[in-house]
C-alpha cells in the first residue's frame, strides 16, 4: 500500500519536472 502511495506521487512529480524541463528547453533553443 505504500509502496502504491510513493509510485503516484513520483509518477506525478516526474511528469512535473518533464512539463518543466519541456518548457525551459523549447525556450533555450528559441532564443
Given at each position: 500500500?505504500?509502496?502504491?502511495?510513493?509510485?503516484?506521487?513520483?509518477m506525478?512529480?516526474?511528469?512535473?519536472?518533464?512539463?518543466?524541463f519541456?518548457?525551459?528547453?523549447?525556450?533555450?533553443?528559441q532564443?
Amino acid at each position: 500500500m505504500l509502496w502504491r502511495e510513493f509510485s503516484i506521487s513520483y509518477m506525478r512529480i516526474k511528469k512535473r519536472l518533464w512539463s518543466w524541463f519541456r518548457e525551459c528547453f523549447g525556450v533555450w533553443l528559441q532564443g
